[in-house]
């Protein structure tokens, strides 16, 4: 029965908590409404979920919410400096082609949106067989260098956590 209500139950604690932040005031009417929300939007988007993602490392999550954070703050001093100090002829923009190890779809999707989050990078595409990732990058001299790190620092921990 619990599981019918909440099928999805971490989203709706986190559901919850985002409202909570967004309204700025944790009152009971907007933890309330966080909670319906909560509750809601997974039940409705039940049909497009046919099955749990698994979260094979939980505290690697926590890891990995905590270095994105980091990369965030540090790549928005670095994208500053890029914008006030840099000549546009001195930027090495490009496209970069990252392999995939991982196939789970959730990781993908959390790989794309991670590296869209922090300034400079953008995702672009998946390739059809989701073997490859375009990015790019606003400065990246060294194109093998800049898919090394991605992999490293993203892909690596998205691959503990989904497996």
């Known amino acids: ?32 409404f966080g909670l319906f929300l909560g509750v809601v939007l997974p039940l409705l988007t039940r049909p497009f979920w046919p099955e749990r993602p698994v979260i094979r490392a939980p505290a690697t999550v926590i890891e990995y919410g905590l270095l994105v954070l980091w990369d965030i703050c540090v790549a928005n001093v670095q994208v500053a400096y890029l914008i006030l100090f840099k000549k546009p002829e001195e930027l090495h923009s490009r496209f970069l082609v990252v392999p995939l190890d991982t196939r789970v779809p959730e990781a993908i999707v959390t790989l794309a949106g991670t590296i869209t989050m922090t300034p400079g990078t ?15 990058a606003l400065d990246a001299p060294d194109p093998e260098a800049a898919v090394a790190t991605i992999k490293r620092r993203y892909e690596r921990r998205l691959l503990e956590i989904f497996g």
């Open 122 to 136: 953008v995702s672009c595409d998946v390739s059809a067989d989701g073997r490859a990732l375009l990015v790019h």
């Open 1 to 32: 029965m619990l599981a019918r209500l909440l099928p999805h139950p971490l989203l709706t604690l986190l559901l919850t908590v985002v409202w909570v932040l967004l309204a700025n005031e944790p009152s009971a009417g907007s933890v309330l």
